[in-house]
């Protein structure tokens, strides 16, 4: 397929490019990149007038659950991947904690396997750390690896075992795979449910502290500057989550670092009721933590931008807080909740978000997207900043409709998400 894209503000890092051009993709890659490019001579399937977008390389979410096997009712690798497809991504990292977990070759096989034949974008495997998350005994990491692994993770809780966790930080350096750490301490933990302070006070509930987070975040950077793995701190939400990535990065490691759009959007103080669609795991936290979050992201102490899409049922969100799961959907408000709070206020600047949303993303897995170069994959998203709406679950290709952001009204849409040249969402075409 032979698609023109006229007149779009191309962003693009790889090649330090902010201007308006345009782009001519053929045979799943970018063809020609220049100022004009005449219509008349193109023979183009399609042309895209973009006029006033942002074309950006395809976004990269580091940070997605599809739920499937085990977890149907909450979404499927299909549902899953179409919505990433709606909401800007072209390449996806799913976490491991399905049911079975994907926690050896033939399970990260079989996911391929389904992506294949069901997904719109690329799927791109996490393997667990331990057999079945139990924390007991360390994967075949290498095989995963061969079996197209581009990551290892315990999402959904912390490797309490320390030594357990550093002989797998040990085996993901050999095998050249990034360590996507949730950073958890369940004792700590305990039964909360909110952030600790006023809130949690108000509803009555038991709160999270920020050292729940710190303290596996200091553990989990030491050990991976004795194993020498490249550790991804997943969903940063603490001011000192912030101070320690910094003074790793200071200190030569390699640690990157993501926020979440909720975690930059929201504060303990938008929590105006025990609703468990304000229910994520980190929490929202204090406003002071919002704010320093913000300014990592401007700085570029934090890395990345990534949703940890969570879609549960609305039966199991209609629950009282204390016991309903944890998280939220993420993939269909990212671009707007990043355009409006972050974009729209000056805190980012459109190449700054094309940076953080996939250009970091790819260096950070290794990965030959992130870019607008000519011969490049066309993995292209192209976003409307100024297109205002109201965020309506109902309208989410998710199956997950939990979310907290329902009746918000905010700016910046996805006009078409292009995968190796293929059209995957055109919104055009929504009723």
Known sequence: MRILIK?????????????????????????????????????ADAILWVHGCYVMPGLIDLHVHLREPGFEEKETIETGTKAMARGGFTSVCPMPNTKPAADSPERIAWLL???????????????????????????????????????????????????????????????DLVVLAHC??????????????????EFGVPGISNAVEDVIIARDI?????????????HCSTKDSVAMVKAAKEAGLSVTAEVC?????MSTDDMDRADANYKMNPPLRTREDVEAL????????IDAISTDHAPHTAAEKEKPITEAPFGI????????????????????TPYMMAERMSYAPAKILG??????????????????????????????????????????????KVRYTIVDGVIAYDSGLEN
């Open 7 to 43: 007149d779009g503000r191309v962003l693009d890092p790889a090649t330090k490019t902010d201007a308006r051009l345009d782009i001519l993709v053929e045979d799943g890659v970018i063809a020609r990149r220049d100022i004009w490019i005449d219509e008349k001579k193109t023979e």
């Open 113 to 175: 396997e389904k992506a294949e034949a069901v997904s719109p974008i690329h799927v791109l495997p996490v393997g667990a750390v331990t057999v079945g998350q139990a924390g007991e005994e360390v994967t075949d990491i290498a095989g995963m690896a061969k079996a197209g692994a581009m990551a290892i993770s315990e999402d959904g809780k912390s490797v309490m075992n320390a030594a357990l966790y550093r002989e797998a930080m040990k085996k993901a350096a050999e095998n």
């Open 184 to 201: 958890e301490d369940k004792n700590l933990a305990g039964s909360g449910c909110i952030n600790e302070g006023e809130k949690a006070e």
């Open 222 to 234: 030491i050990l991976a500057k004795e194993t020498g793995a490249k550790l991804h701190l997943c």
């Open 261 to 265: 759009p909720h975690h930059f959007s």
């Open 294 to 301: 913000k300014e990592g992201l401007r700085l570029g102490i």
């Open 329 to 348: 959907v993420g993939s269909e408000t990212a671009v707007a909740l990043t355009v409006t709070n972050l974009v729209e206020p000056g805190i980012l």
């Open 367 to 412: 990965i030959d997207r992130g870019t607008l170069e000519e011969g490049a994959p066309a993995d292209i998203t192209v976003i409307d900043p100024n297109a205002e709406y109201v965020i309506d679950p109902k309208t989410f290709v998710s199956k997950g409709k939990n979310t907290p952001f329902a009746g918000q009204k905010v700016r910046g």
